[in-house]
């Protein structure tokens, strides 16, 4: 019986021992001081600020467009403000991909964030006024060097008018980005006809595009087919 009673006693004593053992400290993961060994949190835990953004966390625009940056606001656990300070790469002169760092920083730590900011090519680029240079001679394949670019029906369509001198003409077109195609179409003269296909791309500055056609034209005598390359500079 004495020795029942011993066990039990021991029993206690190293129940108490082991509860009266258990390691305190902070056992919040998201604080700064974190302790994965505790066991106890003992109301110690410190926070480093909360960040939020303004807006949304990616953006697009075009090449050329003028950036304003939303930016960022951060506060303590306690709900106070904490100034944000912020830097950027976003250089809209030139297709990318860039990002905005925001930085809060208090006693506890310091928090950064980004926003993701894509400048593309979009539809908006191409609808300017182009000036023409081309290899594409006088007569088979007679380029104005004053074509007019506008909108199609949707985001990714263009209507090029004045496309070739003294005949005009109207030509359609495509685009994926800074990618362009011309599918296989044909402009009727009195005397013949122009049939041409043609795919090119801008440039990431988007104020120069480069595209390559292939043409046959059946009017007699100035006619002919062939390939030839032609540039549209940004006016």
Do not use: H
Not at 158 to 163: G, H
Not at 204 to 210: A, K, L
Not at 213 to 223: F, S, V
């Amino acid at each position: 019986m004495k020795k029942i009673i011993g066990l039990f006693l021991f029993g206690a004593i190293v129940m108490t021992t082991f509860t009266g053992c258990k390691k305190k400290g902070c056992t919040d993961s998201t604080a700064t001081n974190f302790n994965s060994a505790a066991k106890k949190d003992d109301a110690t835990c410190l926070y480093a600020p909360i960040i939020t953004l303004n807006g949304n966390a990616t953006v697009s625009l075009n090449v050329g467009a003028t950036y304003t940056d939303a930016g960022a606001t951060a506060v303590n656990k306690d709900g106070s403000a904490v100034t944000v300070t912020s830097t950027s790469t976003v250089n809209t002169a030139n297709k990318g991909t860039y990002t905005v760092t925001y930085t809060a920083t208090n006693a506890n730590g310091t928090t950064t964030a980004q926003r993701t900011v894509n400048v593309v090519i979009g539809q908006g680029n191409w609808l300017v006024s182009w000036a023409l240079t081309s290899n594409c001679g006088a007569t088979a394949f007679p380029l104005s060097t004053t074509p007019a670019i506008t909108a199609g029906s949707n985001a990714t369509s263009l209507i090029i008018d004045n496309m070739f001198t003294l005949i005009g003409g109207t030509a359609n077109a495509t685009i994926n980005g800074s990618n362009i195609t011309i599918p296989q179409q044909t402009i009727g003269i009195t005397i013949g006809d122009i049939i041409f296909s043609g795919t090119g791309t801008m440039n990431s500055q988007g104020n120069q595009i480069t595209i390559n056609y292939n043409y046959d034209n059946t009017t007699i005598l100035i006619g002919g087919e062939g390939t030839c390359t032609a540039i549209y500079t940004k006016q």
